[in-house]
């Protein structure tokens, strides 16, 4: 299975800190002494931290986010800030710990983006399940600012998950709530790709094109939708622009391979083995969770449309 995770969470880090700069405050902490307006200056610190997170000073970061927990203990968005201080530092115990005190303390206006900032850490972590029900929870939040992105990783884990319908449709949502949303488009463009679904997916892979730069894995998919179609020149092109740019890819390498062999090895990015694999290990979790399983597709009757394609990847 194709794990790109890292870099996909990567696009929403400045999402986290906008967040949580919008959503400052909580109860106060009596124990502690208090300047003359605790929630100002638990703010103030807040914001302080997560720009010194941005900016990678995470020492800094720790020291404000420790502040405002020392003036309000309660501070849901103070635990997050520690959170993502200890998911950069690779402290993933301390980081779970401070996720869970933040959803402990979590208030009506701030519950979604706390849920989204735990999501993307359990997304890390591999934890599916548990991410999909956060991003979820905070996907049905209308008010959330992020929903689109919140929608967009309930794709991301439901599709890990072998939950194909879902991630679908929550990529579909996500798009239709954020036109602009590039990795949306690209995730339907492959799905569509692995439905053998080709006009649709080179449709979504176009949008994406006039809407960001071109990844490994766009520039493979091109390459691949190109071949399909018969556009020599376009994969070509393709290939040209993947051996330039992602010269030391897995995709390049896929594609070196199928240029010295002609052989295409295969249409789907998870298997029939994977879906077993993953659904097997899970049970307990599907039933806690709610969520439904879904194994892809096998359409017998496209035999013949299947072994022509598989005719056109090779010289």
């Known amino acids: 299975m194709i794990q790109k995770g890292r870099s996909i969470l990567q696009l929403f880090v400045g999402t986290l800190v906008v967040l949580v700069l919008c959503s400052c ?16 200056a638990v703010a103030t610190h807040v914001q302080l931290g997560m720009k010194y997170l941005q900016a990678n000073r995470r020492d800094h970061a720790r020291r404000q986010f420790r502040t405002a927990l020392e003036i309000n203990g309660r501070s849901a968005e103070a635990h997050t800030g520690m959170a993502l201080v200890h998911q950069a530092n690779g402290e993933q115990e301390h980081a779970e710990e401070s996720f869970k005190k933040a959803l402990k303390h979590k208030g009506r206006r701030n519950e979604s983006q706390v849920r989204y900032s735990y999501g993307l850490f359990q ?14 929870i905070a996907s049905g939040d209308i008010d959330f600012n992020a929903r689109a992105n919140a929608l967009f990783f309930v794709g991301k884990c439901s599709y890990q998950l072998c939950n194909f319908e879902r991630a679908f449709a929550a990529y579909d949502h996500a798009l239709n709530l954020n036109q602009k949303l590039a990795p949306a488009m690209l995730e339907l463009a492959l799905m569509h790709f692995d439905e053998r679904e080709y006009a649709e997916s080179k449709r979504y892979l176009d949008r994406f094109a006039n809407t960001s730069s071109h990844t490994a894995s766009s520039l493979w998919l091109g390459i691949r939708i190109e ?71 096998v359409n017998s009757n496209n035999s013949n449309e299947s072994d022509d394609i598989r005719n056109r990847f090779r010289k």
């Open 25 to 40: 405050g909580g109860a106060s902490n009596p124990t502690k002494p208090k300047p003359r307006n605790p929630e100002k």
């Open 123 to 136: 997304m890390e972590q591999k934890k599916y399940v548990q991410a999909c029900k956060n991003f979820e």
């Open 227 to 297: 071949r399909i179609f018969g556009n020599q020149d376009k994969e070509a092109s393709y290939g040209l622009i993947l051996k330039n740019m992602h010269g030391y890819s897995q995709e390049y390498l896929k594609y070196k391979k199928m240029q010295e062999s002609g052989v295409y090895e295969s249409n789907s990015r998870v298997t029939m083995l994977d879906c077993d694999a993953i659904t097997a290990g899970t049970e307990k979790q599907k039933e806690r969770s709610g969520i439904k399983f879904v194994k892809p597709k």
